[in-house]
């Protein structure tokens, strides 16, 4: 007998679990590390968007996972290193990436990550990181922090929530940056009565005005798929107040700003 696929990004499917859950970071140049039993996965991440390459450089990287005990582990890797993950059974899994550059006053969390769900994003023998599955992955830890049994990061439609983002089922401004949405808020609400492709919604949050020399450069913000923001000619600079500090960047330095004002770091990244 056929079933029919729903269309709900809940599906009746067996949970998977991932008993454990091991990284080890490899340098370039190293032939081979010791204590790797079972076969691994090597971290493929993604190209960096062109302003934050040119502008900042390479990125290290705050690697994090959850193991067996649903704890969240983590560890860091500098640019031009590769990235091995062990998965030892029947696992699926949020994979995360958060690129920071130390000496430039941008620490792990500031810019958006990038990330992946194993085994879903499994391709041969590497897990391959994108900024898109960055969402997913934060998606994935925010359903499973909601608590609710019936709807589960595990059973989710992650096949169909990918398709929804190339079919016209969300806004235009929200499939060019989804970072624009608040997606712990979505998550609580898809964990509290079901998904809804109208809870896909980008926030509108209130502007901080600046001044000065500030006003001649172009500003990226910390999610990669900003296309930067500038000033109009006598105008201010506006930049988003979310409800925790952000950054954004140019060729003159970093502002780390809240409501509360801002804060430039000033220099030549």
């Not at 450089?57 to 067996?68: K, V």
């Not at 599955?133 to 709807?151: E, F, I, T, Y």
Request: hydrophobic fraction near 45%; include cysteine.
């Amino acid at each position: 007998m056929k079933h029919k696929l729903s269309n709900s990004p809940f599906r009746r499917v067996p949970r998977i679990r991932f008993r454990r859950f091991v990284l080890t970071v490899l340098i370039v140049g190293l032939s081979s590390c010791g204590g790797i039993v079972d076969q691994p996965y090597r971290l493929v991440m993604p190209t960096l968007p062109p302003a934050w390459q040119t502008i900042l450089g390479g990125a290290h990287w705050r690697i994090e996972w959850i193991d067996d005990a649903g704890t969240i582990q983590t560890a860091d890797a500098p640019p031009d290193a590769h990235c091995a993950v062990t998965v030892t059974n029947d696992a699926a899994s949020p994979v995360l990436a958060y690129p920071y550059w130390p000496s430039l006053h941008l620490q792990p969390g500031d810019m958006k990550p990038a990330g992946a769900i194993f085994p879903w994003d499994v391709r041969g023998d590497s897990i391959e990181l994108s900024w898109r599955g960055g969402v997913d992955a934060v998606l994935w830890r925010a359903l499973s922090r909601a608590g609710n049994a019936k709807r589960e990061a595990a059973s989710f439609n992650w096949k169909r929530w990918r398709e929804a983002w190339n079919d016209g089922s969300f806004p235009a401004v929200a499939v060019r940056d989804p970072w624009l949405c608040d997606w712990e808020s979505i998550a609580a609400k898809i964990a509290a009565s079901g998904f809804d492709k109208r809870r896909v919604v980008v926030v509108n949050y209130p502007l901080l005005p600046l001044s000065g020399e500030v006003c001649k450069d172009i500003w990226y913000g910390s999610s990669p798929f900003d296309t930067g923001t500038s000033a109009a000619p006598g105008e201010p600079l506006l930049l988003p107040i979310r409800p925790h500090a952000s950054v954004v960047f140019s060729t003159t330095g970093v502002i780390r700003y809240s409501a509360a004002g801002m804060l430039l770091f000033p220099g030549d990244p």
